[in-house]
DNA sequence: CCAATTTAAGTTGTGCACAATTGAATTGTG
DNA sequence: CACAATTCAATTGTGCACAACTTAAATTGG
């Protein structure tokens, strides 16, 4: 079985490599990455956030979403401001052409459906059920709580 | 469908990460990364490989292994020499610490088949075979060939 | 035989993932 | 109130992933 196990992991990092690279290349005429592109589909279906929160969510820290939400911030696509109320806050939200994009995008959903080769629903539900559980049970096994 | 196959995706690359991790900490104490670790499985099982060869398998370019065995080697767990036959050709082969090392880390696929979560033989076995699938038909949409 | 093409590995540069640290602001507690 | 502990974001540093390019060697095709 141990092998086997070695399998489901390699087969997981080239599974999730094939994927990031077809967004990449879906994502290519916007110069967004993978990750930019999570940050923009929270944004919005849940508008103003603050970094905590988009941590949370993509279980991403600062140190990975700073340097990305700077970018994000140079390509005139989100805004960061200092929460009024708390102002260690920073709180994200989308410009206007952060909020267009959400239509020049709106291709790539059904392209990455193609993409995934799954027959149907019940076998994605299938495939994501089986994912969370390796997830959680990784996360387990990973350093005390977080 | 086209939202269920971004949560595949997302899916994907969250137990992705959370595995990476795993494999992080429990190699933590050699400071060796899952990729170092991935060559090393590769060099025990297979013996003196070529970079090219190396790079087959795990579906890397010379960008990401070169500083990866240059890490190794300076850890001196392989060696690379350039090929007699054929000098554009690097050959890598464990050191001595290299093959000691696969004792060493005997525990580490069990601690990971524990880490899984995945209930049986069959359900990884599934599991190997869906992601496959999703594999090869990302590549398809990815660029030409590869 | 030799010029053009192909192949292998390395280098450079960008961005993500993550650990560790810093600094500022807030909260909790005596 | 005072101050210790906590929280939040940013920064620094390491390593991987990948694109684009470079260099050197081998292959090929005229």
């Given at each position: 079985m141990a092998i086997v196990d070695e399998m489901v992991c390699f087969a997981l990092y080239s599974a999730s490599r094939a994927t990031t690279r077809a967004y990449t290349e879906l994502l290519a005429p916007w110069k967004l990455t993978y990750t930019q592109y999570l940050v923009l589909v929270i944004l919005w279906t849940e508008g103003e956030k603050p970094v905590r929160e988009i941590g949370e969510v993509l279980q991403l820290d600062s140190g990975t979403l700073s340097p990305l939400l700077r970018r994000l911030e140079d390509k005139e696509f989100i805004v960061r401001q200092r929460d009024v109320q708390d102002s260690r806050v920073v709180n994200v939200s989308l410009t206007s052409s952060g909020h267009a994009l959400q239509n020049d995008l709106a291709h790539i959903p059904a392209q990455i459906a193609c993409g995934t080769?799954?027959?149907?629903l019940k076998a994605a539900q299938a495939l994501i059920k089986s994912l969370h559980r390796v997830t959680e049970s990784m996360q387990e096994i990973s350093s005390p709580d977080k």
């Open positions: 080769g799954l027959p149907d």
